[in-house]
């Protein structure tokens, strides 16, 4: 499931469990590829949430994050960071990350 959300959405929700957070800016061709990669990728995990964040428009929630650049993929787990990866990212690099966090 991939869906987009801003700041006051991720403070509210439940951070148990595994989740990818993607920070993007509409204005990026690698976050443009990155999204169909994304979007196989939850074909291949229907379980695993994939939640994709406006760099331009969440500034509290980049800043807070640490992110820097776009895109930027923060693997989380139980609402702390296990892995990031920054910049367009290969699909297998990706899988990889998600089976492992999901093996945890």
């Known amino acids: ?19 990818l957070l993607e920070f993007y ?22 379980d695993f949430p994939i939640y994709t964040i406006d760099f331009d428009e969440n500034e509290e929630l ?17 609402g702390e960071e296990a892995k990031r990866l920054e910049g367009l990212q290969q699909k297998p690099a990706i899988i990889k990350e998600v089976e492992a966090l999901m093996a945890v």
């Open 62 to 78: 980049k800043e807070r994050q640490g992110v820097k650049g776009f895109p930027t993929m923060l693997f989380m787990k139980d």
């Open 25 to 46: 800016s509409k204005s990026c061709g690698p976050c443009k590829m990155l999204a169909f990669v994304l979007k196989a990728i939850d074909g291949m995990f229907p």
């Open 1 to 19: 499931m991939i869906k987009e959300i801003n700041t006051e959405e991720y403070d509210a929700m439940d951070k148990s469990g595994v989740m």
